[in-house]
């Protein structure tokens, strides 16, 4: 799984819809009107991509060889809640960009 880590507005969802066009993927969202803005995105960049909410991945159970999400931390913290029952109220994630900064300094570059 590849993480888009951007500051907010500078395109990472322009970039998961170009994806999901180009490979022929859904994209899911956490909420119904997360779905409809994301629609709207797409339209107006001249792309047709499916976007499903978690609800309509939960109730419908929607298939697919891959998925894309946005937002993903909102998408997670609906899912687990839902998977789980309670709130998580932490998690760690470990990125690759991470790792790459720490050798980076261990060789004196940054």
């Known amino acids: 799984m590849k993480i888009i880590n951007m500051a907010r507005r500078n395109g990472k969802t322009t970039m998961l819809i170009n994806a999901a066009y180009v490979n022929g993927a859904p994209i899911v969202v956490a909420s119904e009107k997360r779905k409809m803005l994301l629609e709207e995105q797409a339209k107006s960049m001249g792309l047709r991509v499916e ?16 998925f894309y999400v946005d937002d993903a931390e909102e998408v997670f913290e609906r899912a687990l809640m839902q998977l789980l029952g309670a709130p998580v109220r932490a998690c760690t994630i470990s990125v690759s960009y991470i790792d790459l900064k720490k050798e980076e300094k261990e060789d004196g570059q940054a």
Request: hydrophobic content about 45%; overall charge neutral.
């Open 51 to 66: 976007v499903y909410s978690l609800n309509d991945i939960t109730m419908k159970r929607i298939h697919a060889m891959e």
